[in-house]
Nanobody, 125 residues
Framework: QVQLVESGGGLVQAGGSLRLSCAAS????????LGWFRQPPGKEREFVAA????????YYADSVKGRFTISRDNAKNTMYLQMNSLKPEDTAVYYC??????????????????WGQGTQVTVSS
């Protein structure tokens, strides 16, 4: 059974930083593309960042490019999202998910799954 568990969310002031983690089990972690998505209050889930199976290729939403960094440690079956220069509009529940292939072939939420339970990130102004 595939399980993804996010952690590291919390309350931070604008301009601050957080590091999210996504621990995975039940899948061949080193063979899977992975992604971070977020769902702001009252809005649909949206793409944040994705990474291919070995970390050589990364993709970012325009809204986070230059501020967020996605990475993975295949030895620890863990993916990370380093979030710097946080803004109030980054407030959302953040989810990690596994892609169907080793490469990132889509950035739409429908192209990913299974999903973790999410971790809340709140950025105060």
């Amino acid at each position: 059974q595939v399980q993804l568990v996010e952690s590291g969310g919390g309350l931070v002031q604008a301009g601050g930083s957080l590091r999210l983690s996504c621990a995975a089990s039940g899948l061949t972690f080193s063979s899977a593309a992975l992604g971070w998505f977020r769902q702001p209050p009252g809005k649909e889930r949206e793409f944040v960042a994705a990474i291919n199976y070995n970390g050589a290729s990364t993709y970012y939403a325009d809204s986070v490019k230059g501020r967020f960094t996605i990475s993975r440690d295949n030895a620890k079956n863990t993916m990370y999202l380093q979030m710097n220069s946080l803004k109030p509009e980054d407030t959302a529940v953040y989810y990690c998910a596994a892609g169907p292939l080793a490469a990132v072939v889509t950035t739409t939420p429908n192209g990913f799954g299974p999903w973790g339970q999410g971790t809340q990130v709140t950025v105060s102004s």
